[in-house]
Every structure is written in C-alpha cells, then in structure tokens.
C-alpha cells in the first residue's frame, strides 16, 4: 500500500501528478460525453470554475506557477492502449461496448482544448471555450486539481511525522466510519468521491478499505481511473450539466419547458436498465414529476441530489404510485452531501419501500474536519459548471435555492415556466 504521508512530504508532483490519465473522471462524464458526441457534438460551450465558499481565497493559497504547471500537463495526457481497451472490451452495467466505435476513435485522438486563467478578488477565474465533447472534460480534473493544490498548500510545511500522525488519524476517522457502515442491514454504497476528493491517492486509498470494510455492500467508484486499477464496477448515469444546456439551446419558453424531457428522450434511445435514471431536481423535482411523460414511470429509479432528501424519495414514491408503478420495485441514489449519520437514517426511513442505494462523496473522500489547525483542510463547495451554449446562459434552479446559477432575468424566467414557487434554503457545504 502506498505510504501517502511520504510522498506528501517529498513534494514530488511529477510522480505524483494531480491528474494522471483523461479516465481518471467520473463514469457519467464519459456516458455523457458519448451522448453529446452523438446529438449535439457542435455546440459551443463555456465552462467556469465557482467558488460557492466565498471565505476560501483560493488565490492567495493555491501558487499560479502551480496551477497553471498541473493544467498544462492534463493538456499533454492522451489514453493509452491499456485504457482505451478497458474502454472498449470491458462490461458495463451489463452491457458489452457500452462506447460505441466512433466514440472511441474520437476520444483516442482527444486533447483538452486550452483555459484562460486569471486572478481577481482572492479567487481565480478558469474557464474553458470550444465545442462541448471537448469543454466538458475539463470539469472533473480542474475541481481535482484545485482541490488538491489547496491541500498541498495546507500541508507543505508540515514535518514528515506530523504527516504519518495526521493520514493515520483521517484513515482512522473513516474506517470508524466504515465500521458503522457495516451495521446498516442491506446497505448499496458507491464512492462518488472524486470531484473534490483531497488527493487521487487519498481517495484510492479510500476505495480500497471500502472494499476490504464493506465486501459486497460495496458497489463501485465514479472514478474510471481507479475502478480499472482495482477491478471494481465503474458507476455513474447523468449529470445536470445535460439539461441545462440543452434548455440554454430552446428557442422559446414552450421549447424550454420541453427540453429536460427531450434530454432524457435521447438518453432512453441509448441505454437501459439501470443507466435509466432520472435526475429531476435542475428545475425543481414535484414541477418535473408532474409533467413528465408518461414513459419516464417506466424507468429504473430517481437519483435525490438536493433539498431534503427525505422529502425527495417521499415525492418519487408518491408520483410512481400514482402512475401505477410499484416504487418497491425503484431505485432511489442518495448523494448529496451524504454522511454516516444520513445514510443510516434514509436506509432505515426507505427499506422496504424502494430500493436504496448511496453515492457518498465528499465525506469520504475528503472528511479532514479537525486534523489540522484552523480546521483548514476542512472540505469546501467548489464546482465547475457550463455557464453558457452558443452565447446562452445557462440556468440551474435547484431543490436548494443556495445552489441556484444563472443571471437572476433567466432564473426568474426559468422560475415561471417551470413553475418553481417557494423553495426552502438548505446550507451548502460541499
């Protein structure tokens, strides 16, 4: 097993690069990837970097020379062979060349297209411009990057024993946590982990003492690069990024209303079973439920990714019943700021009444709370969103008022014709 606390302390990035493969991203970024290569490869986008914790000064912890070197390097990396057949051969959920052939020759021959990077007020302005395959890449690894240059900074005069005490300490925390784990009867758990995870070698490491704490409640990582190395199932469906672009793109309110529907009739063409999962919440979740078409009942199962969770699943069960459909027979995925205490509630609150499933992220990947003075490796909300399609600002509403994005003239307009009335604010930790 790797000594992380020694390769920490030699500040050796170059065998330690922050990114070190084009896979080393969550699973739904390559699935909707092959989506967009398919139906919408010409669209322009812009992506940009967002700081939702304002009293975090990236800036002013986090080196330029630094950044800018760990960026340039993602831009050299290609897939390899070894990648590329994993890519190719291996099953999916299930299924065989879930990547079809044309998508794959693209993908082999793919180079990120390049950012513009800036300082202004303590925080750093990323973006990336160009054809949305290409932009939407560069999420996954510029979160990685910035979320492990700001660890780095944190630790970079830390002594070589005071790094063994505090990775035995945060090993410690999260295999008491583990240990808790295995008490919940009938327990599903993925490592959704790696957007803001505090190194690759952090959240590998995490990987591993899942499988070895939990055996087969233990159903995978979102990280391609990791589920390849340690032969576990790669897991992931779709993300909001889908639809809010392609509400960007409507031409007129009818067309908007329309357009996360028409995102999960592209995804329905492409796949089945447990990849049909149906992410309601990008303009409100009972708004979405209540005109959905009557096809999407059919699907596998709803993934609850923000507001209270509870409420959610309460809401997806109502609306499959509704519809005639048994909700014993659906999959709910938690995965919005999931910790032991909220995962041991909701599978005891929904057992029996759906099949539950986790996707825990952040808190596993990066619960260093109280190791470090100041608490300042604590995790913060760092994310990196399409903010526009072919000129258009895109909008993101929420079940959480405090995750909404977009000019407040679009939200407002996004608010009517999708109905969105009152919200309640939760706070948004990571």
Not at 170 to 180: D, G, H, P, S, V
Not at 195 to 215: I, K, N, P, T
Not at 246 to 258: H, I, K, N, T, V
Not at 384 to 392: D, E, H, L, T
């Amino acid at each position: 097993m790797v000594d992380i606390a020694t390769r920490v302390h030699n500040h050796k990035w170059k065998i330690d690069p922050i990114v070190r493969s084009l896979i080393d991203t969550d699973f739904y970024k390559l699935l909707m990837c092959q989506s967009v290569f398919r139906n919408k490869p010409d669209t322009n986008v812009t992506f940009s970097l967002i700081n939702r914790t304002k009293r975090i000064r990236l800036a002013d912890l986090v080196d330029e020379g630094e950044l800018r070197e760990q960026l340039d390097h993602i831009r050299t990396l290609r897939l390899s062979r070894g990648e590329s057949t994993w890519l190719r051969g291996n099953t999916f959920y299930g299924k065989r060349q879930m990547f079809r052939p044309d998508f794959m020759e693209w993908f082999e021959g793919l180079r990120l297209p390049p950012y513009h990077l800036e300082k202004r007020d303590g925080q750093y302005e990323l973006t990336f411009e160009g054809k949305w395959p290409e932009v939407m890449m560069w999420e996954i690894p510029a979160l990685a990057v910035l979320m492990e240059l700001r660890g780095r900074a944190v630790l970079a005069d830390m002594g070589k024993f005071e790094l063994q005490v505090l990775y035995a300490r945060a090993m410690t925390k999260l295999w008491e946590k583990i240990e808790r784990l295995r008490q919940v009867q009938g327990l599903r758990i993925a490592d959704f982990g790696t957007r803001r995870r505090h190194s690759f070698l952090w959240q590998d490491w995490c990987v591993q003492a899942m499988q070895e704490g939990l055996g087969g409640a233990f159903a995978g990582t979102s990280n391609c690069l990791i589920a390849m190395r340690r032969e576990v199932e790669a897991i992931g469906t779709n993300a909001h990024e889908l639809p809010m672009v392609y509400s960007a793109l409507a031409e007129s309110d009818a067309d908007l209303a329309q357009a996360p529907y028409q995102v999960l009739a592209d995804w329905h063409e492409e796949h089945d079973g447990n990849l049909r999962i149906i992410l309601p919440d990008t303009y409100g979740t009972k708004g979405f439920l209540a005109r959905a078409p009557e096809w999407l009942a059919k699907w596998t199962g709803i993934r609850i990714d923000s507001g209270d969770p509870a409420t959610g699943a309460e809401t997806a069960i109502k609306w499959w019943q509704d519809r005639g459909e048994d909700p014993r027979q659906k999959l709910v995925i938690f995965s919005d700021g999931l910790d032991v205490e909220i995962i041991e509630r909701l599978q005891k609150q929904f057992t029996g009444r759906v099949k539950v499933s986790f996707g825990w992220g952040t808190m596993l990947t990066n619960d260093f709370r109280g190791l470090v003075a100041d608490d300042a490796l604590a995790p913060f909300s760092l994310v990196c969103k399409a903010i526009s399609a072919n000129g258009r600002p895109t909008v993101k509403l929420s079940d959480n008022p405090n995750k909404a994005m977009g000019p407040a003239s679009e939200i407002a307009r996004y608010k009517r014709v999708f109905g969105v009335g009152e919200q309640s604010a939760m706070d948004v930790i990571v």
